[in-house]
Nanobody, 122 residues
Framework: QVQLVDSGGGSVQAGGSLRLSCAAFGYTDSIYCKGWFRQAPGKEREGIATIDDDGNTRYADSVKGRFTISQDNAKNTLYLQMNSLKPEDTAMYYC????????????????WGQGTQVTVSS
């Protein structure tokens, strides 16, 4: 099994930056794809960035050009650098890991972090 612990959220003003981290523990060799999802109040959880074992990345249109997903395999840690933050980025952010393929579908991921809150004020 894989356990994920995400951190790094906080409160910032619009235009600011934050970096989220997600540490993976357990059978990490089974992971093929890692991703970041977010869920705003009253909305569905949505995928915003993924990275596979080969380092290929994908981004949702809403964050493209502002957010960067990366990984440090030696540390088993996933990152999300968030720049030019907007109030609409306010949400709970979750990291996720899956064994087979990258997808925006939550069902592709078998492990989830507990979530870290990001609040962006105008």
């Amino acid at each position: 099994q894989v356990q994920l612990v995400d951190s790094g959220g906080g409160s910032v003003q619009a235009g600011g930056s934050l970096r989220l981290s997600c540490a993976a523990f357990g059978y990490t060799d089974s992971i093929y794809c890692k991703g970041w999802f977010r869920q705003a109040p009253g909305k569905e959880r949505e995928g915003i960035a993924t990275i596979d074992d080969d380092g290929n990345t994908r981004y949702a249109d809403s964050v493209k050009g502002r957010f960067t997903i990366s990984q440090d395999n030696a540390k088993n840690t996933l990152y999300l650098q968030m720049n030019s933050l907007k109030p609409e980025d306010t949400a709970m952010y979750y990291c996720a890991a899956g064994p087979l393929y990258c997808s925006w579908y939550k069902s592709a991921y078998s492990a989830w972090g507990q979530g870290t809150q990001v609040t962006v004020s105008s």
